[in-house]
Nanobody, 127 residues
């Protein structure tokens, strides 16, 4: 019913920037908590950032705080992840996720809290 399609991944040098986009196919984009997760080979999927439907409340993993910025454009049914000062440790497949609530709750860091997922886009940061 809900389709999420990520784009914007690629190969960058340490210190470079990328902006990921997630386009959602839904009737109304507003009433969803949106999140970004990432997963490196051989590791578990980990939380990166989340944003409420109004865009007022955001959360970030400590590892990306100050470097990544999550935002959304409800008119375009799109959520973004601006990634600056990229490090090799950021290398992973990045996934967009949606939760059927307007406001992200205390368990926003748990992948199981989200109802819909994109297929992922690869981000590779070279040393």
């Amino acid at each position: 019913q809900v389709q999420l399609v990520e784009s914007g991944g690629g190969l960058v040098q340490t210190g470079g920037s990328l902006r990921l986009s997630c386009a959602a196919s839904v009737r109304t984009f507003n009433n969803y908590c949106m999140g970004w997760f990432r997963q490196a080979p051989g590791t578990e999927r980990e939380f990166v950032a989340s944003i409420s439907w109004t865009g007022t409340t955001t959360h970030y993993a400590d590892s990306v705080k100050g470097r990544f910025t999550i935002s959304r454009d409800n008119a375009k049914n799109t959520v973004y992840l601006q990634m600056d000062d990229l490090k090799p440790e950021d290398t992973a497949a990045y996934f967009c996720a949606a939760r059927r609530v307007a406001y992200c709750s205390s368990d926003y860091v748990q992948a199981r809290s989200y109802d819909y997922w994109g297929q992922g886009t690869q981000v590779t940061v070279s040393s």
